[in-house]
């Protein structure tokens, strides 16, 4: 949400709310705009995956704060994402989806293969699959995704991972960007923060606190 809201229980509840930057989704905001304050039914199959999933996320406190947790951060990203799309998937042509899904499939695929390229491209992408450019964007378009959303999106995670692993202090920070096609530090502390409310040294100095000096 991009602005304020109420909720309003005539009954008292249990409630746990999820928060997710929304450049982490890697949708265009006309998509999120549609979905928002949308009740997802039991007609929607996406719906009814996503509904049993973070109900056993929500009741369990050993998924969301155990070892494991992070882990869980990118599916339960891609199954929101997924439940979006499938709800304005509705409205649009049923015909032209079909025949595209692999397509889309293999596009993202090939992307998460070469997500540390920082030649990664719209350009190379469409020749790795011998289709133009425009037909390219036409195809994720339809899968609800924006290209350069869903790189970025996915490169910042990467790096997330980087920094808070067991591996975090090992590197610099610009070492770990540059790995996963950040060739611009400051453009890549600046992506970061604004897509996790925190500077990369900060994610870092959380999960591996630098020793005290004697």
Do not use: M
Request: glycine share 8%; aromatic share 8%; hydrophobic share 40%.
């Amino acid at each position: 949400s991009t602005a304020p809201y109420s909720l309003s229980f005539e009954q008292g509840v249990d409630y746990l709310s999820l928060r997710i930057p929304r450049e982490t989704l890697a949708l265009p905001e006309r998509v999120l705009r549609a979905v928002t304050a949308t009740a997802f039914g039991p007609a929607n199959p996406t719906a009814r995956l996503a509904f049993t999933y973070f109900s056993q996320l929500a009741a369990s406190e050993e998924l969301r704060g155990g070892s494991g947790a992070e882990a869980l951060v990118h599916p339960s990203v891609e199954l929101l994402r997924a439940v979006v799309v499938s709800q304005f998937g509705g409205v649009l042509p049923g015909r032209a989806k079909v025949p595209e899904a692999p397509l889309s499939l293999r596009i993202t695929q090939y992307i998460r293969d070469h997500l540390a390229d920082p030649g990664l491209c719209a350009p190379r992408i469409a020749a790795a699959h011998g289709i133009s450019v425009r037909h390219l964007y036409t195809v994720l378009a339809r899968s609800g995704i924006s290209l350069g959303d869903w790189i970025r999106a996915h490169r910042l995670a990467e790096c997330r991972r980087e920094l808070a692993g067991p591996q975090g202090r090992l590197r610099t920070i610009a070492s770990i960007g540059r790995t996963w096609g950040f060739v611009d530090a400051t453009h890549f502390s600046k992506a970061f923060k604004h897509a996790y409310g925190i500077s990369p040294r900060a994610w870092r100095e959380q999960h591996h606190p630098a020793p005290p000096h004697r």
